[in-house]
Each structure stands twice: as structure tokens, then as C-alpha cells.
């Protein structure tokens, strides 16, 4: 019979998946930034443009987030999480490529909603490591993607490339702050391994 792991045992146990998986971590920061990157040469072109590159970041980062779901979960460890955000992005990305009359609020509002989630993610993942050095990251990553989306449902873009300005700042920001959360986790999962 299996004993639920002490709430002492749940940190490490995150941590140590954290470490094993710093590289699919560092992988996520990359092609963030690398699609906010895409979206500034797209600074002029029309919504189907700006959708198909939302979409497309969806599915990619999807692809990255899925290998952490399914590595073996530790005892304590909670897995199934990366996997609802993995399953998040493919749905963005389906209603994204697949709704007839797509607006650019409607857009915002998928972008928004995918953002939400990602964030709840990381933050939850955060509270639950404790004093990990790599805590600061996760939570500054999970409350910018949670602090975009908030922004996204209160303000109004109307115009393509305000959406464009936006989501491009956003992915730069949260891009930039998982790659610190690789980097952070690099060196102890050299030590570690």
C-alpha cells in the first residue's frame, strides 16, 4: 500500500525533477523568446498572420512542456500539472487555427486564458518548492504570464499590432525569466546527476 509522501518529502521530490528536467525548462524559455522575436518581424502584417504565430507558439510550446509530464513523478511530485499545461496550449492552438470568425478580441481572449493557465502552473509548482533557489524564478514567470492575462481580459486591443505589441513583450518578458529558471537549475543538475 502506498503512503502519501510527508509534506517535508514533496519539495525535495519537485526539486529533483525540476533539475532532471532543466534542459526542457531552458528549451520552453528559448522558444518563447525566439517567437517574440518572430512577432517583431511581423510588426505589419494582418490578424490571420499574427493568429497562425500565436498558434504555432501554442503547439511548439505544448510540444516542450509535454516530455515533463511524462517523466515518472516522484513521490509527492505532481506531474499531471505539466500535462494540463501541455493540453492547454494544444486547445489554444486548435481554437485558434480552427474558429471560423476569429477577432482579434477573441484571439486576446485564448491568448489570455493559455497565459492564465501557464502561470497558475508555475506559480502553484513555486509555492510548493519551498526555498529552492529556483522559487524567485518560477514565481516571477507564473505572475507575469497571470499579470498579462489580467491585463488582457481589462484592456481592450482592438488593433492587430497591439496584439502583436503586446503578446511580443510578454513571451520576451516570461521567455527570458524560464531561461533564468534553466540556468539557475543547470548547475545543481550537473552536481546532482
Not at 518572430?38 to 498572420?49: I, M, P, Q, Y
Not at 486591443?157 to 502583436?164: E, G, K, N
Amino acid at each position: 500500500m502506498r503512503v502519501a509522501p510527508s509534506p517535508g518529502e514533496v519539495a525535495p521530490a519537485i526539486q529533483r525533477q525540476l533539475v532532471r528536467g532543466w534542459f526542457l525548462i531552458t528549451l520552453r524559455g528559448l522558444v518563447a523568446v525566439a517567437f517574440s522575436l518572430l512577432f517583431v518581424l511581423e510588426a505589419h502584417e494582418g490578424l490571420a498572420v499574427y493568429a497562425f504565430t500565436a498558434a504555432a507558439y501554442c503547439v511548439c510550446d505544448g510540444c516542450v512542456t509535454l516530455p515533463a509530464a511524462l517523466q515518472r513523478a516522484a513521490p509527492g511530485g505532481r506531474l499531471w500539472l505539466f500535462g494540463a499545461d501541455a493540453l492547454v496550449s494544444f486547445i489554444a492552438a486548435l481554437a485558434i487555427l480552427t474558429l471560423p470568425e476569429l477577432t482579434p478580441r477573441l484571439l486576446v481572449m485564448i491568448i489570455a486564458l493559455r497565459a492564465a493557465i501557464g502561470g497558475i502552473v508555475l506559480f502553484i509548482t513555486a509555492i510548493r518548492l519551498a526555498s529552492h533557489t529556483a522559487q524567485l524564478w518560477m514565481v516571477l514567470a507564473g505572475l507575469a504570464s497571470i499579470g498579462f492575462a489580467v491585463v488582457c481580459f481589462v484592456v481592450p486591443f482592438a488593433v492587430a499590432a497591439q496584439i502583436a505589441r503586446s503578446f511580443t513583450v510578454y513571451m520576451f518578458i516570461r521567455g527570458s525569466l524560464l531561461l533564468g529558471l534553466g540556468w539557475t537549475l543547470r548547475p545543481n543538475g550537473r552536481a546532482v546527476a
